[in-house]
């Protein structure tokens, strides 16, 4: 049986005015009360209809879509030129929560408790270039929330199994109308999670779960950089009353070594060179990250600042067998607390010519350039 039109029911014109809607439902619900009419059914009806229609009626917004889409503004019909295609504003409310649900906060899935997942926690450690290079498993503990033992996570009382919420009847989400819309939220009586606990676990208060120490084994890769972030599912702190437990990150700091300098997959190193194994040439020996040695030949005449590149001896590539390059830096040292004898032996170097444009290309030139600029600034002056 369809419904008859709003204010055919309270006997009233459409562009009736607010006082005269409100004066003709006083009028009627008094005419048709249960109190005035005991055990009459048809009375009942008609009271029950006269409420229904001054409820939309009262209010603006739903007065609004009333008078647009008629009943199936709120019977989810659509109406005629409404939401067409039996959308109707119910099924308006499920697109918007599909559309908006996550952003507000639900994780998808309906009630049970998904919305009571456990945090995700953080943890800062720091790891040596070696390890980074290398890998390595490593230990830690943190401390965080676990499952309840005596409850086995429920929360209830020798584990006994929680019962359905008898407001949102285990969906732990209820609607509520406003206006023409529909406006879902976490159930006030069971917090989202569609089951309360008659008799709560005495050890965890109901929570289904206890703080605690964990160790965890953390596995770190070869070639991971400062900053990297390691996953770890299910190990953050567990849910309320068996709900999903969250993540812990691991986030890596590589200390700075004492001897090389990382950048990206290659690895510099300063090492000090004797300023006669730079003039007559020679091999030294180098460290390698790997904890091998490295022989690296030295031509005559090198430059304080030279870089020699050993092709393969850098960092591990992440997720690669490859690896980057080590790069030596020449520092040419001038040596210091000479003997007597040595510092006769430099005289006679310097006095056979040592420092001139053969011995010393570069500072010639230098001083070289300066004479030339000292000459040009004396000409300009005479003229």
Request: charged share 25%; hydrophobic share 30%.
């Amino acid at each position: 049986m369809s419904k008859r039109d709003y204010y055919e029911v309270l006997g009233c014109q459409k562009d009736a005015s607010a006082d005269d809607l409100k004066k003709a439902y006083r009028k009627l619900a008094m005419q048709f009360h249960p109190d005035r009419n005991p055990g009459d059914a048809e009375a009942e009806a008609k009271f029950k209809e006269v409420n229904e229609a001054y409820e939309i009626l009262k209010d603006d917004q739903k007065r609004a879509a009333y008078d647009r889409f008629g009943h199936g503004a709120f019977d989810g019909s659509g109406g005629a030129g409404g939401f067409g295609g039996g959308a109707g504003f119910s099924g308006f409310g499920d697109i918007f929560e599909e559309m908006f649900g996550e952003f507000m906060g639900r994780r998808g899935g309906g009630g049970g408790g998904s919305n009571l997942r456990g945090s995700d926690l953080r943890y800062e450690m720091d790891i040596s270039l070696e390890d980074a290079f290398a890998g390595r498993t490593a230990t830690v503990t943190i401390q965080t929330s676990s499952g309840c033992e005596p409850c086995n996570g429920t929360g209830a009382k020798n584990g006994a199994a929680p019962a359905t919420c008898p407001t949102c009847h285990g969906h732990g989400r209820v609607r509520a109308q406003q206006g023409f819309f529909t406006i879902e939220r976490a159930c006030p009586t069971c917090g989202g999670a569609g089951k309360v606990i008659k008799d709560p676990c005495s050890s965890c208060g109901g929570s289904g779960r206890q703080r605690k120490d964990k160790t965890l084994e953390v596995k770190i890769p070869a070639g991971v950089e400062d900053g990297t972030r390691i996953r770890l599912s299910g190990e953050g702190e567990a849910g309320l009353r068996g709900a999903p437990a969250g993540d812990l990150y691991i986030f890596l700091s590589v200390r700075p070594h004492r001897i090389f300098q990382r950048d990206g997959a290659n690895i510099y190193c300063k090492v000090p060179i004797p300023m006669t194994t730079a003039a007559l040439g020679g091999t030294i020996e180098v460290p390698c990250i790997d904890g091998t040695r490295a022989n690296v030949t030295i031509p005559e005449g090198t430059q304080n600042g030279h870089q020699f590149r050993l092709k393969g001896k850098g960092m591990s590539v992440l997720r690669s067998t490859a690896r980057g390059d080590m790069f030596i830096h020449a520092v040419v040292e001038t040596p210091v607390n000479l003997s007597a004898e040595q510092k006769d032996l430099l005289r006679k170097f310097a006095a056979a010519g040592g420092g001139d444009g053969n011995t010393s290309p570069e500072s010639s030139g230098f001083f070289s350039r300066i004479k030339e600029f000292w000459d040009d600034l004396t000409d300009g002056q005479k003229n």
